[in-house]
Protein backbone atom coordinates (compact mmCIF):
# COMPACT_ATOMS: atom_id res chain seq x y z
CA UNK A 1 0.00 0.00 0.00
CA UNK A 2 1.68 3.32 -0.59
CA UNK A 3 1.04 6.37 1.14
CA UNK A 4 2.82 10.16 2.14
CA UNK A 5 6.44 10.08 3.81
CA UNK A 6 4.51 10.01 6.99
CA UNK A 7 2.40 6.98 6.25
CA UNK A 8 -0.92 8.83 6.61
CA UNK A 9 -3.08 9.60 3.63
CA UNK A 10 -2.67 8.98 -0.47
CA UNK A 11 0.17 8.81 -1.83
CA UNK A 12 0.56 12.38 -4.65
CA UNK A 13 -0.85 12.11 -8.06
CA UNK A 14 2.47 10.92 -10.63
CA UNK A 15 2.73 12.48 -13.96
CA UNK A 16 1.50 10.76 -16.97
CA UNK A 17 -1.39 9.42 -18.53
CA UNK A 18 -4.54 10.72 -16.60
CA UNK A 19 -6.82 8.30 -14.45
CA UNK A 20 -10.45 6.95 -15.55
CA UNK A 21 -11.58 9.81 -13.29
CA UNK A 22 -10.03 12.81 -15.27
CA UNK A 23 -10.53 11.59 -18.53
CA UNK A 24 -14.21 13.09 -18.09
CA UNK A 25 -16.54 12.20 -21.18
CA UNK A 26 -14.42 10.51 -23.94
CA UNK A 27 -13.92 11.64 -27.87
CA UNK A 28 -14.75 14.87 -27.23
CA UNK A 29 -13.01 16.36 -24.60
CA UNK A 30 -10.43 17.04 -26.80
CA UNK A 31 -11.74 19.65 -28.90
CA UNK A 32 -13.77 20.81 -25.91
CA UNK A 33 -10.44 21.13 -24.70
CA UNK A 34 -9.24 23.14 -27.63
CA UNK A 35 -12.54 25.53 -27.97
CA UNK A 36 -11.84 26.64 -24.56
CA UNK A 37 -7.83 27.13 -24.68
CA UNK A 38 -9.27 29.64 -27.56
CA UNK A 39 -11.52 30.96 -26.11
CA UNK A 40 -9.32 31.83 -23.21
CA UNK A 41 -6.43 32.70 -25.03
CA UNK A 42 -9.02 35.09 -26.94
CA UNK A 43 -10.08 36.76 -23.15
CA UNK A 44 -6.94 37.14 -21.31
CA UNK A 45 -4.37 36.84 -23.13
CA UNK A 46 -1.28 34.60 -23.22
CA UNK A 47 -0.06 35.78 -19.83
CA UNK A 48 -3.25 35.45 -18.06
CA UNK A 49 -4.43 31.73 -19.48
CA UNK A 50 -3.40 29.05 -17.48
CA UNK A 51 -3.41 25.43 -18.15
CA UNK A 52 -5.56 25.32 -15.13
CA UNK A 53 -7.50 28.43 -16.03
CA UNK A 54 -8.32 26.23 -19.17
CA UNK A 55 -8.98 22.54 -17.22
CA UNK A 56 -11.65 24.74 -14.76
CA UNK A 57 -13.40 26.52 -17.93
CA UNK A 58 -13.85 23.04 -19.79
CA UNK A 59 -14.68 21.28 -16.87
CA UNK A 60 -11.65 18.72 -16.54
CA UNK A 61 -8.67 18.26 -14.44
CA UNK A 62 -5.43 19.90 -15.28
CA UNK A 63 -3.54 16.73 -15.58
CA UNK A 64 -6.39 16.13 -18.78
CA UNK A 65 -5.33 19.13 -20.31
CA UNK A 66 -1.22 18.04 -19.77
CA UNK A 67 -2.13 14.86 -21.03
CA UNK A 68 -3.65 15.76 -24.60
CA UNK A 69 -1.75 19.10 -25.31
CA UNK A 70 1.42 18.93 -22.70
CA UNK A 71 2.28 22.44 -21.83
CA UNK A 72 1.01 25.68 -21.83
CA UNK A 73 2.92 26.68 -25.02
CA UNK A 74 1.75 23.57 -26.76
CA UNK A 75 -1.94 24.33 -26.35
CA UNK A 76 -1.01 27.41 -27.55
CA UNK A 77 -0.24 26.58 -30.94
CA UNK A 78 -2.62 24.12 -31.48
CA UNK A 79 -4.89 27.21 -30.40
CA UNK A 80 -3.31 29.09 -33.64
CA UNK A 81 -3.34 25.70 -35.93
CA UNK A 82 -6.86 24.76 -35.95
CA UNK A 83 -7.77 28.71 -36.52
CA UNK A 84 -5.28 28.64 -39.76
CA UNK A 85 -5.91 24.86 -41.05
CA UNK A 86 -2.48 24.77 -42.44
CA UNK A 87 -3.18 20.98 -44.56
CA UNK A 88 -5.84 23.00 -45.97
CA UNK A 89 -4.38 26.08 -46.59
CA UNK A 90 -1.64 25.32 -48.57
CA UNK A 91 -3.73 22.91 -50.83
CA UNK A 92 -6.06 26.06 -51.51
CA UNK A 93 -2.88 28.33 -52.27
CA UNK A 94 -0.48 25.95 -53.81
CA UNK A 95 -3.21 23.84 -56.17
CA UNK A 96 -2.86 25.48 -59.17
CA UNK A 97 1.14 26.25 -59.55
CA UNK A 98 2.56 29.10 -58.97
CA UNK A 99 0.76 31.31 -61.56
CA UNK A 100 -1.97 33.80 -59.45
CA UNK A 101 -0.38 32.38 -55.71
CA UNK A 102 0.15 36.00 -54.27
CA UNK A 103 -3.61 36.40 -54.54
CA UNK A 104 -4.63 33.24 -53.38
CA UNK A 105 -1.98 33.87 -50.01
CA UNK A 106 -3.66 37.14 -49.91
CA UNK A 107 -7.17 36.32 -50.10
CA UNK A 108 -7.18 33.06 -47.70
CA UNK A 109 -5.37 34.82 -45.43
CA UNK A 110 -7.49 37.83 -44.68
CA UNK A 111 -10.37 35.41 -44.59
CA UNK A 112 -9.37 33.95 -41.87
CA UNK A 113 -8.91 37.44 -40.35
CA UNK A 114 -12.82 38.38 -41.44
CA UNK A 115 -14.14 35.76 -40.27
CA UNK A 116 -15.50 35.99 -36.45
CA UNK A 117 -15.11 32.51 -35.25
CA UNK A 118 -11.73 32.63 -35.93
CA UNK A 119 -10.61 36.55 -35.87
CA UNK A 120 -11.00 36.59 -32.16
CA UNK A 121 -8.48 33.90 -31.09
CA UNK A 122 -6.15 35.20 -33.47
CA UNK A 123 -6.61 38.76 -32.31
CA UNK A 124 -5.41 37.08 -29.03
CA UNK A 125 -2.19 35.55 -30.70
CA UNK A 126 -1.09 39.30 -32.35
CA UNK A 127 -1.75 40.67 -29.09
CA UNK A 128 0.35 38.19 -27.06
CA UNK A 129 3.22 38.67 -29.65
CA UNK A 130 3.85 41.70 -29.32
CA UNK A 131 4.22 41.96 -25.81
CA UNK A 132 5.46 38.32 -24.91
CA UNK A 133 8.35 36.79 -26.17
CA UNK A 134 7.43 33.24 -25.72
CA UNK A 135 4.15 33.75 -27.48
CA UNK A 136 5.87 35.68 -30.39
CA UNK A 137 8.06 32.57 -30.93
CA UNK A 138 5.39 30.33 -31.27
CA UNK A 139 3.57 32.56 -33.82
CA UNK A 140 6.83 33.28 -35.89
CA UNK A 141 7.33 29.01 -35.52
CA UNK A 142 3.91 28.60 -36.74
CA UNK A 143 3.76 31.14 -39.56
CA UNK A 144 7.09 30.28 -41.11
CA UNK A 145 7.36 26.75 -40.76
CA UNK A 146 3.81 25.34 -41.27
CA UNK A 147 2.83 27.87 -43.99
CA UNK A 148 5.04 30.41 -45.71
CA UNK A 149 8.34 28.07 -46.08
CA UNK A 150 6.64 25.21 -47.18
CA UNK A 151 4.92 27.21 -50.27
CA UNK A 152 8.52 28.65 -50.72
CA UNK A 153 10.01 25.11 -50.76
CA UNK A 154 7.24 23.88 -53.10
CA UNK A 155 8.05 26.45 -55.40
CA UNK A 156 11.66 25.66 -55.50
CA UNK A 157 12.51 28.85 -55.75
CA UNK A 158 16.09 30.10 -54.01
CA UNK A 159 15.60 31.45 -50.65
CA UNK A 160 12.69 30.03 -49.50
CA UNK A 161 13.31 31.50 -46.20
CA UNK A 162 14.01 34.74 -46.96
CA UNK A 163 11.19 34.96 -49.23
CA UNK A 164 8.81 33.70 -46.50
CA UNK A 165 10.26 36.11 -43.87
CA UNK A 166 9.04 38.70 -46.51
CA UNK A 167 5.19 37.36 -47.05
CA UNK A 168 4.95 37.31 -43.60
CA UNK A 169 6.10 40.26 -42.86
CA UNK A 170 3.57 41.65 -45.35
CA UNK A 171 0.75 39.91 -44.40
CA UNK A 172 1.04 40.13 -40.47
CA UNK A 173 1.90 43.63 -40.78
CA UNK A 174 -1.49 44.18 -42.57
CA UNK A 175 -3.38 42.04 -40.08
CA UNK A 176 -2.03 44.53 -37.23
CA UNK A 177 -3.01 47.52 -38.66
CA UNK A 178 -6.46 46.41 -39.77
CA UNK A 179 -7.38 44.27 -37.11
CA UNK A 180 -5.18 45.52 -34.05
CA UNK A 181 -4.91 48.95 -34.15
CA UNK A 182 -7.62 49.54 -36.68
CA UNK A 183 -5.74 51.90 -39.00
CA UNK A 184 -7.89 53.99 -41.16
CA UNK A 185 -8.66 54.04 -44.08
CA UNK A 186 -7.04 49.96 -43.65
CA UNK A 187 -8.98 48.82 -41.38
CA UNK A 188 -12.28 49.68 -43.19
CA UNK A 189 -11.47 49.20 -46.79
CA UNK A 190 -13.01 46.28 -48.59
CA UNK A 191 -10.82 43.15 -48.59
CA UNK A 192 -10.95 42.63 -51.90
CA UNK A 193 -9.10 45.87 -52.85
CA UNK A 194 -7.00 44.82 -49.89
CA UNK A 195 -5.90 41.80 -51.98
CA UNK A 196 -5.73 43.55 -55.67
CA UNK A 197 -3.05 45.72 -54.28
CA UNK A 198 -0.84 43.38 -52.50
CA UNK A 199 -1.05 39.96 -54.33
CA UNK A 200 1.45 41.59 -56.60
CA UNK A 201 4.03 42.30 -54.08
CA UNK A 202 3.01 38.70 -52.58
CA UNK A 203 3.27 37.03 -55.96
CA UNK A 204 7.05 38.63 -56.42
CA UNK A 205 8.34 37.80 -53.26
CA UNK A 206 7.26 34.20 -53.94
CA UNK A 207 8.07 33.71 -57.82
CA UNK A 208 10.80 35.93 -59.36
CA UNK A 209 13.83 35.06 -59.40
CA UNK A 210 15.28 37.77 -57.38
CA UNK A 211 12.94 38.86 -54.66
CA UNK A 212 16.17 41.11 -53.81
CA UNK A 213 15.52 43.75 -56.95
Do not use: C
Not at 172 to 199: F, H, N, S, T, W
Amino acid sequence: MTGTADGKGPAPRRRGRPTREETADGPDTRERILRTAREEFAQRGYDKTSVRGIAKAAGVDPALVHHYFGTKDEIFAAAIEVSFEPALLLTTILGRGSEGIGERLARNFLAIWENPATRAPLLAVIRSALTHEAAAKILRQFVLRQILERVARDLDVPDPKFRAELAASHMIGIAILRYVVRVEPLAGADPEQIVKLVAPTLQRYLTDPDPHA
